[in-house]
């Protein structure tokens, strides 16, 4: 495994990060304490999940269940740095949702109580919503630090302004500062490079890229006029016609060359994707989503690859960067 410091803290994490957004939905939990030993035993150290990752509906939390009750069986908790997130609904009232104080703190006490530990590594906010003064959230997680139940907190899906903003407002009331945003980001989807990686690079905030293989988009089972496998999550999603309806013809030219370069080089599509991820400049850690064993094994045997100058000046012919050849809603 190869590892990195997040951001500008002195921590270091695995360049592939374990995403449980599986854990509890279409991974059981049996599934998932294997996929969690797997992954540690191969020197992945950072693992993400969200109050709100497991079954739709009731479900919610599930996932951090589920890792709570694998962290406690094997007794790595402390080995592991542990990221989870709060923002979206978990409920219906008024309250339920949101980046308040009130919200936040109720949330983190749950998570807690779920992941079986005393302290979160990286608390993120999963989604901004602007009607919230940026200091009422920022002043909750500064306290959370202080109090020694959260190590560091992070940012998800938030504009480049708004972390800088965000910046601001640490500096200005001697708050704790975000130390990383989680954005969607693949070999499909460079919008990122746009404006977040250079704010990232020059402020020294980890990307921990989201989706890195686009939901399994890029793995090769998504091809021209030709149904991907039923257990394929485009038949589970609810976001499947917006996938198809997504990609463009320079979606099948990339699947093209990435079979050419995966045989090329003996590996397979989703290695070469994951390589080239974690290589691009900027990028600290991919969180992958796999659903079974034999899907993380893949994954993880990105790690080490070589992704040459030659390979890189093909993709970027067809996205070059900035690009994207698969976008998401309202992008
Ligand atoms: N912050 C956010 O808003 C946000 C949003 C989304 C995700 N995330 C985080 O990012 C993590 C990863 O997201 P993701 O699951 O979309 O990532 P991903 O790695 O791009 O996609 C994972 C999915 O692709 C398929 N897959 C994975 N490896 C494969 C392989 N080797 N061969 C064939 N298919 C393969 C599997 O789906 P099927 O087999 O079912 O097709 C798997 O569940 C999540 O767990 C979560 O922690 C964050």
Redesign the pocket.
Same mark, same amino acid.
């Not at 990060?17 to 599986?22: F, H, I, R, S, T």
């Given at each position: 495994m190869e590892y990195i410091s997040l951001g500008r803290t002195g921590m270091q994490v695995s360049r592939l990060? *374990?995403?449980? !957004? !599986?854990f509890g939905q279409?991974?059981n939990e049996a599934d998932a304490h294997e996929m969690i030993d797997y992954a540690l035993a191969q020197g992945v150290n950072f693992i993400?999940?969200?109050n709100t990752?497991g079954e739709w509906g009731e479900g919610k939390g599930r996932s951090e269940e589920i890792l709570g009750n694998a962290l406690r069986k094997n007794g790595k908790r402390h080995d592991v740095i542990l %990221?989870t997130?709060f923002r979206w609904p978990v409920g219906e009232g008024p309250n339920d949702s949101g980046v308040s104080r009130h919200h936040l703190m109720q949330q983190v006490e749950k998570s807690l109580r779920r992941l079986q530990t005393d302290y979160i590594d990286l608390y +993120?906010i999963?989604?901004p919503i602007r009607s919230v003064p940026i200091d009422e959230t920022l002043r909750g997680l500064d306290d959370l630090i202080r109090q020694g139940k959260v190590r560091y907190i992070g940012t998800? &899906?938030f504009a480049a302004w708004m972390i800088v903003e965000g910046l601001w407002t640490s500096e200005r009331l001697h708050l704790n500062r975000f130390v990383s945003e +989680?954005?969607?980001y693949?070999m499909a989807n460079r919008l990122a490079e746009r404006e977040l990686f250079p704010m990232a690079q020059a402020h020294e905030i980890a990307i921990?890229? @989201?989706?890195?293989? @686009?939901?399994? +988009? *890029?793995?090769?089972?998504y091809r021209r006029e030709q149904p991907?496998?039923p257990? %394929?999550?485009?038949n589970?999603s609810p976001l499947a016609n917006i996938w198809e309806s997504n990609r463009s013809e320079g979606f099948y030219e990339l699947i093209d060359l990435l079979t050419t370069i995966a045989a090329e080089k003996g590996r397979?599509?989703? +290695?070469v994707v994951?390589a080239w991820t974690i290589s691009q400049p900027g990028v600290t850690s %991919?969180?992958?989503?796999?659903?079974?064993l034999?899907? *993380?094994q893949? &994954?993880l045997g990105a790690i080490g690859m070589t992704i040459h100058d030659e390979d890189r000046r093909r993709i970027d012919a067809i996205v070059p960067p900035g690009a994207a050849v698969a976008k998401l809603p309202g992008q």
């Open positions: 990060c *374990l995403g449980a !957004m !599986m279409r991974t993400d999940t969200a990752y %990221a997130k +993120q999963h989604a998800s &899906n +989680q954005p969607p693949s921990l890229s @989201w989706s890195p293989l @686009w939901g399994g +988009q *890029l793995t090769g089972k991907p496998p257990d %394929a999550r485009v589970f397979t599509i989703a +290695q994951l %991919a969180i992958i989503g796999p659903r079974t034999a899907q *993380l893949e &994954n």
